[in-house]
């Protein structure tokens, strides 16, 4: 019998006790693969759930500062902050974004006064801002590209003299990556990096998202699909990130996450570079769903579609589990992160009924 045949070989003896298991692990999470995607609101000392997605709160800038404290305790490496602005606030160009005194550089300035190891990651796109809820400029019924990367490259500088760490331009804009690192390094922020969304799909994974940051409702039957990829191509992802790295990207962001392991498998394998995975906030919310409803464990599922992203190739994760996660690892007891939801929505109103009694 020749050797590497049953029963001279037999796969299970490597799985039959943990410390075997342990050992032979071929892929291993570390808190330092998360980054933690957290949302900001106008206000003070206020949180807001978000519905769709339970444990996941807006938080005013004062209580944003006490979560990246937490993220800081916790040794995850970088927060990424998204904003949800008022309604009365935005318009068609999304004129906010060009403000260095909007709700998310304050929100960086904050952040990086009191944590200032900590990094801060800034979502570069005007989705936040506008009243359609489009990345870019909305012109007859169709998104304007370079119209859209001047409004970027604005925002990217605003952001980068707040003090963010990394820009992420999520738009979807052709040639956004090259002029936005003209504009930083033009601006003296030639150390600021770039985490371009290089593939970025048109993806039904996004709508807790989008309810967590107020993105309005789509005009045109097109939604997305004219910037943010088609889910049936691959080798179109491949370009687009050669591109993107030719532009000056630093790293690069596969979006969604857990759909779209075959393209960041092919991303890591082909450009060598640091590669990021986003557990998308439908991802997120359908784990929670079912472990509500008894039919997963939630906790071994969220485990399980993380080490997937690190066997695919990820160098980092963006996951609103990243808090649980972090905890696990360190061997702590997770909060209830439902629980705390509710025990803040409950002191929310008790604070507003006081107020009202006044």
């Known amino acids: 019998m020749s050797r590497g045949q049953f029963p001279a070989t037999r796969m299970r003896r490597n799985r039959m006790k943990a410390f075997s298991r342990r050992m032979f692990a071929e892929t291993r999470l570390s808190v330092d693969d998360l980054i933690w995607p957290l949302f900001v609101i106008e206000g003070d000392d206020r949180s807001e759930a978000v ?20 993220a800081v305790r916790l040794n995850i490496p970088a927060i990424a902050i998204f904003p949800s602005i008022d309604a009365s606030l935005k318009d068609n160009d999304g004129t906010l974004a060009r403000d260095g005194d909007n709700l998310v550089c304050r929100a ?14 800034c979502d570069v796109a005007l989705d936040p801002f506008t009243d359609h809820g489009h990345d870019g400029i909305l012109v007859e019924g169709e998104i304007v590209n370079d119209a859209t990367v001047a409004v970027l490259c604005e925002q990217a500088v605003h952001q980068a003299h707040a ?6 331009p999520s738009d979807m804009m052709d040639g956004r990556v090259a002029a ?9 922020h030639e150390n600021v990096q770039i985490m371009s969304y290089a593939a970025k799909y048109a993806s039904g994974f996004y709508g807790p998202f ?9 005009a045109g039957s097109d939604g997305k699909s004219t910037y943010q990829m088609n889910p049936a191509n691959s080798d179109e992802a491949i370009h687009e990130i050669a591109l993107d790295l030719a532009e000056g990207a630093d790293s690069i962001i596969v979006k969604p996450g857990l759909p779209y392991l075959d393209i960041l498998f092919r991303a890591k394998s082909e450009f ?44 980092a ?25 509710a025990g803040d929505q409950a002191g929310d109103q008790a604070k507003d009924q006081a107020n009202n009694a006044t």
């Open 51 to 70: 519905t769709a997605m339970p444990g996941v709160m807006r938080h005013s800038i004062d209580r944003l500062v006490s979560a990246a404290g937490e």
């Open 108 to 121: 960086v300035r904050a952040v990086k006064a009191a944590h200032p190891g900590l990094g801060v990651i």
């Open 163 to 168: 003090g963010c760490d990394i820009i992420a």
């Open 180 to 188: 936005i690192r003209e504009a930083l390094d033009d601006a003296g």
């Open 210 to 218: 989008r309810d967590a940051v107020r993105a309005g409702s789509l």
């Open 272 to 315: 060598g570079v640091p590669c990021v995975a986003y557990q998308v906030s439908g991802e997120y919310a359908m784990i929670l769903a079912a472990g509500a409803k008894g039919w997963i464990d939630t906790d071994r599922a969220m485990m399980e579609s993380l080490a997937s992203f690190k066997r695919a190739g990820a160098d």
């Open 317 to 341: 994760i963006l996951t609103y589990f990243a808090p649980k996660v972090a905890q696990m690892l360190a061997g702590e007891t997770p909060k209830d992160q439902a629980n705390d939801q």
